[in-house]
């Protein structure tokens, strides 16, 4: 390949043959004058000299970059061809014909080396020729995809660049603009790849162009300045300049522009009408330029460009498109996340674009407006990450708090049983408290790394990663999606997320914890800036999709108006000079199949699928996981109500002991009253010896009948003794426990009361030949009732009817309440506090339980088909 230097010194060299022949020519013709004969002798030399010409610029220039338009449409010269992206190429922009007959081509160094500027403006019919020569040269000289041209026309209304409009839906070059402020924005985006160049990050960068039409009205001097500063410093990086209309204006109160180095200038010649002036070359000197008028090179033919841009746009278009297997390497979970996790995301220009969760950018924020792409990034870089590291280098807990299905692509569901490995707990549709339960998981797994680093004596991960090749500590991304959601309002689940975030922004870094928050909301972003502005600042790590640009700098406006598939990556909290503009591919859904299904294969056989908690789904008693070990205990049983809103999911339990009052009161009108007692029933048979419980199923309400019966017939099935009692069988039961008090802890009676309250008025009245009411034994029965094994788990369907039936002695002898939809001060002026904590939900309840002074919200189990069937 002919070497930077060589063809410089070519250019200058033909420059120099210029010169010198037309010296010559000149010398000939004052002989010629002289003689006054016009012999066949000079003119032959006149052609040969011209000739000579025409060969030194077309070595210099070949092709698309030098030829005449009628021999560029004869010849159909390759495209893509002539010019490379880094290496000096000159460019004709003229002929100068000295004498009648005698001409030459004039070629000019331009991309590679320096710049072009006019003092007209494109206004100026020829000189609007000139740079739609210019630019379908440089279109068509360079391959397709590695130009750019940054188009400004803020004054000529249009027309000089219309011609290359099929250019722009490319992204060969942009819509031309014409204000102040986006001729500014332009400016700032070639400044950022000059930056990105000296600071080493971006080594080989596309070629970017900046053509004026016209200069805005009102440029400033600073705006000349800046346009001075990237003609001293752009080239280096890829950035020129063609400027139409680079003059000082009368009547602006500075006169004199800044000198623009490395340009040639183009000026009207004053002394001959439709002429102009070559100026000298960069960094040459011929005395004053070129000595002769030239006439500016035309416009190609109309057609030719039309014909020009179709086929580029296309080329660019599809060189440009990335898919999502190029994110994927061949071997799968060959990295080790030891100093940070690192993926591939897209391209920048044509270089990769890779990015980090590191010391560096331990944790990210994610904005863009709704549909601007922000699922399709994520799954990018957590499918991305997934293919580098193994689950035991990177465990992923997702949360996504709004309605969709980013997350659905990491669990198994009915058609597709797979999931990814290093899923290790997967919200969707989460409740603000199950990102609580997350949150306080990896503090709490931070607690257990530092505790472990004390104890082997390390400082960092890697340390303790080397002292213990045994454990595996993979790095643990957790991803918040609409994170908003988790710090709206001002309530005690804003106050303690804030908190939790604040701790695990701080300390993650120094024990392998990552976060990336995403959101597509203003106000969340804003919420998070104000309510915790040392959280924001712990985000070094920017991603602005389109309309995401409030989390950049207010100054920073990259981000307005991305298209979909870009982001601007921006590692120093959105500075403007950090800016990256990246390309993501789409992450279509037969790729990211094959992908999760090849992980799937690789996973340690028997590894568990993602703890998954779903916030619409209905949960029954017959999947629960066992309760949590704290609250078994010796001869403790657990009586299981439903899921609790944490990670992983555990039952929710209420523990039975000998303690007065350990009975659970379940409130609300909602049939999901019946099923939590039929839960509980079903959770306890299962702990119990056939013969060492009887279930008592004291139905007192129509609707939930068949429910109470298919539970006798069920537990009569697993060999437990159980019956169904109406309201005078209940009665009795409760004489009975009032006259035989029982003894035997290790004989459990448990007394479930379908609708407890329709008992109320019956259980008050005096009975013939007994000295006490139905409701005194049964208010006796919650007192003593557990030390001889009777429980009570009743189904209240108001928060005033279980406290009538405590009266005001025995307020505190259901130590367990479930509410369902009741109020939370209706349940406060139960349990005797004036704050509880609770909204009634669907598919939610509040598990408290006073002895142990512990409140929870879980999901209750439910029998099949409940809401629909409550919908009904
Ligand atoms: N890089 C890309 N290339 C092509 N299409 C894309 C790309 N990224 C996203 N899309 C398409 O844009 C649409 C919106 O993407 P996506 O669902 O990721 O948006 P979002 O910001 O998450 O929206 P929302 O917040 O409303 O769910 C989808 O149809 C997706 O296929």
């Known amino acids: 390949m002919v070497s930077a230097r060589t063809l410089f010194e070519r250019a200058v060299k033909t420059h120099l043959d210029a010169q010198g ?11 010629l004058e002289a003689e006054s004969t016009h012999s066949a002798e000079s003119a032959q030399q006149q052609i040969a000299l011209a000739a000579r010409l025409e060969r030194a610029a077309a070595e210099a220039a070949p092709q698309w970059l030098g030829a005449p338009w009628q021999v560029v449409a004869q010849e159909r010269f390759p495209l893509e061809h002539s010019a490379r992206p880094g290496e000096p190429a000159l460019i004709r922009v003229a002929d100068a014909q000295p004498l009648p007959g ?48 940054l188009a400004v026309d803020g004054g000529a209304l249009g027309a000089p660049l219309a011609p290359f409009h099929a250019l722009v839906p490319a992204g060969v070059m942009n819509e031309p603009v014409s204000e102040l402020d986006e001729f500014r924005e332009l400016l700032t985006e070639a400044e950022e790849q000059v930056k990105q160049v000296q600071a080493g990050l971006n080594p080989n960068p596309d070629v970017i162009v900046i053509v004026t039409a016209a200069l805005p009205p009102n440029c400033t001097r600073s705006d000349y300045a800046r346009l001075a500063a990237l003609a001293h410093a752009g080239p280096a990086a890829r950035v020129h300049l063609l400027l139409a ?5 009368s009547r602006s109160t500075w006169t004199q522009l800044p000198p623009l180095e490395r340009t040639t200038m183009i000026t009207t010649d004053p002394s001959s009408r439709g002429h102009f002036r070559i100026g000298d070359p960069p960094e040459e000197s011929f005395g004053g330029g070129l000595n002769a008028p030239v006439t500016l090179d035309p416009a190609p033919p109309p057609g030719l460009i039309d014909e020009l841009c179709r086929r580029v746009a296309a080329k660019a278009e599809s060189d440009g498109k990335l898919v999502f297997d190029d994110l994927v390497p061949k071997e799968l979970w060959t990295q080790s996340s030891v100093g940070g996790l690192t993926t591939l995301i897209g391209r920048v220009g044509r270089g990769d674009a890779v990015v980090s969760l590191d010391d560096a950018t331990p944790h990210w924020l994610v904005a ?28 992923l807990y997702l949360l996504d708090f709004k309605e969709g299905v980013s997350f659905s692509e990491f669990i198994p569901t009915e058609v ?40 082997a004596g390390v400082t960092n991960l890697a340390q303790l990663r080397s002292s213990r090749p045994d454990v595996a500590l993979p790095r643990i991304l957790t991803v918040i999606d609409e994170f908003h959601v988790l710090l709206k309002g001002n309530d005690d689940t804003a106050k303690r997320a804030v908190g939790l975030l604040e701790e695990v922004a701080r300390k993650g870094r ?28 712990q985000f070094a790590m920017r991603v602005a999709l389109s309309g995401g640009g409030n989390i950049l700098d207010t100054l920073n406006d990259a981000a307005t108006a991305l298209p979909i598939g870009q982001v601007v990556l921006n590692n120093q909290a959105g500075t403007a000079s950090a800016n990256r503009r990246a390309r993501f591919p789409d992450a279509d859904a037969p790729s990211l199949h094959a992908l999760r299904h090849r992980m799937w294969e690789m996973r340690t056989p028997g590894s568990p699928p993602p703890a998954v908690f779903i916030g619409y789904a209905e949960y029954s008693v017959d999947d629960a996981p066992p309760p949590p070990r704290r609250s078994l205990g010796r001869r403790r049983r657990v009586a299981l109500v439903g899921r609790q809103v944490d990670v992983g999911l555990s039952s929710a339990a209420f523990p039975l002991d000998s303690s007065p009052g350990r009975h659970l009161g379940v409130i609300g009108t909602s049939l999901v009253g019946a099923d939590v007692l039929s839960s509980a029933a079903i959770s306890l048979a299962r702990q119990h010896d056939p ?43 409760l004489h009975h426990f009032a006259d035989h008090p029982p003894t035997d802890r290790d004989f459990a009676n448990y007394i479930l009361v379908y609708g407890a309250d329709a ?45 009538d039936d405590l009266g005001i002695q025995g307020k505190d002898d259901v130590a367990g309440i479930v509410a369902l939809n009741v109020k939370g001060n209706e349940v406060g002026q139960l349990i005797g506090r004036s704050h509880v904590q609770w909204q009634p939900r669907h598919n939610r309840a509040l598990l408290i339980d006073r002895h142990e002074d512990r409140e929870e919200l879980i999901v209750p189990f439910v029998s099949p088909g409940r809401y629909s069937e409550e919908f009904a």
């Open 21 to 31: 022949l037309l010296d010559a020519v000149r010398d000939r013709l004052d002989r």
């Open 102 to 149: 005698v001409g030459f081509p004039v070629i000019v160094p331009f991309t590679g080396i320096g710049h072009i500027a006019l003092d007209l403006d494109a206004r100026d019919p020829v000189v609007a020729g000139l740079l739609r020569s210019i630019i379908t040269r440089l279109v068509a000289a360079f391959p397709a995809g590695q130009l750019r041209i």
């Open 245 to 249: 209309g680079y003059a000082s204006r």
């Open 368 to 395: 863009g407006r709704t549909g601007a792409g922000k699922t399709v990034f994520l799954l990018d870089i957590l499918y991305g990450l997934a293919a580098r590291y193994s689950p035991d280098e990177l465990a």
């Open 416 to 455: 597709d049983p797979t999931w990814v490995p290093h899923a290790r707990t997967v919200g969707v549709e989460s409740d603000r408290e199950y990102g609580l339960a997350v949150l306080t998981e990896l503090v709490r797994e931070m607690g257990r790394r530092a505790a472990a680093m004390k104890k």
């Open 510 to 537: 120094s024990y392998g914890i990552h976060l990336i928050m995403a959101s597509q909301s203003i106000s969340g972003i804003e919420a998070l800036f104000t309510k915790g502005s040392s959280v924001f600042a």
């Open 691 to 733: 013969g060492t419980a009887t279930f008592h199923l004291v139905s007192l309400i129509g609707p939930t009948e068949d429910e109470v019966e298919g539970l006798e017939a069920r537990l009569q099935r697993n060999g437990h003794e159980a019956t169904v009692l109406r309201l005078p069988e209940y009665r009795n039961l």
């Open 759 to 803: 008992a109320t008025s019956t259980l008050k009245q005096k009975e013939a030949g007994r000295s006490r009411t139905g409701l005194d034994e049964f208010r006796t029965l919650l007192r003593e009732g557990p030390a001889g094994g009777v429980h009570v788990f009743g189904w209240w369907r108001g928060a005033r009817r279980l406290s």
